[in-house]
């Protein structure tokens, strides 16, 4: 099923429709400020584990996911005053932050140090839909590890709509990858450069 959404004003019926499957333990494919995404909500294990087949991923390799806002980071992550600054300036923005765990994470999103990326896109669609939800959703990038990215969701639909419950359409993407920053510690290293500028790190 393919779901049109206005990306400037969310529709509250369709985003009721994508809530509604994600708590049934859906799997779908969502726009973010970068690339499409494929997700679900992170407490779903069998939709997870539907991921990593979907995308033929190492499972050694965790998925990040999306939060609404800064409080909901401070309940999955250790948050310290400086990570939350930065947060706060960059955040909604093309950006994963890399941060300790807190424990209510799962263990199929987490690193072996206790590690998660966590995303706050600046997409009114998908922020809308993780707000609803009232839980973080798992993001990795909408394609077979190592392929191209998907920019258009009707070819999300007609390669992968089988395997999905439901596509949210919210036009064509043209961006690269979130860029990945880790907090941890206090120390700040670049993981990857992606759509996410970095010269503000220099600058603190």
């Known amino acids: 099923m393919m779901l049109s959404i206005n990306p400037d004003n969310p ?14 333990d859906g799997v779908i494919a969502y726009p973010t400020d970068t690339i499409y995404g494929v ?40 948050v310290s005053n400086m990570a939350f600054k930065i947060m706060k300036r960059h955040l909604p923005g093309p950006y994963t932050f890399v941060l300790d765990a807190s424990r209510v994470v799962p263990d199929l999103v987490m690193t072996k140090q206790r590690t998660v990326g966590i995303r706050m896109p600046d997409n009114a669609i998908t922020l809308e839909i993780v707000r609803q939800l009232g839980h973080p959703l798992v993001t990795t990038s ?22 999905l419950d439901m596509v949210v359409d919210g036009g064509r993407l043209y ?15 670049v993981l990857r450069q992606g759509c996410g500028p970095t010269d503000w790190i220099h600058q603190l």
Do not use: M
């Open 11 to 24: 529709q509250q019926r369709y985003i009721d429709q994508v809530v509604e499957c994600l708590r049934r």
């Open 39 to 78: 997700g679900c909500d992170i407490f779903n294990k069998k939709g997870i584990k539907k991921i990593y087949q979907l995308k033929r991923r190492d499972v050694k390799k965790p998925f990040s996911f999306i939060c609404s806002d800064l409080s909901e980071i401070s309940r999955y992550a250790h």
């Open 142 to 163: 909408a394609n077979i590890s190592g392929d191209e990215t998907y920019q258009d969701p009707s070819l999300i639909h007609d390669d992968w709509g089988k395997h």
């Open 175 to 189: 961006g690269d990858p979130s860029t990945v920053i880790s907090l941890r510690n206090d120390q700040i290293e």
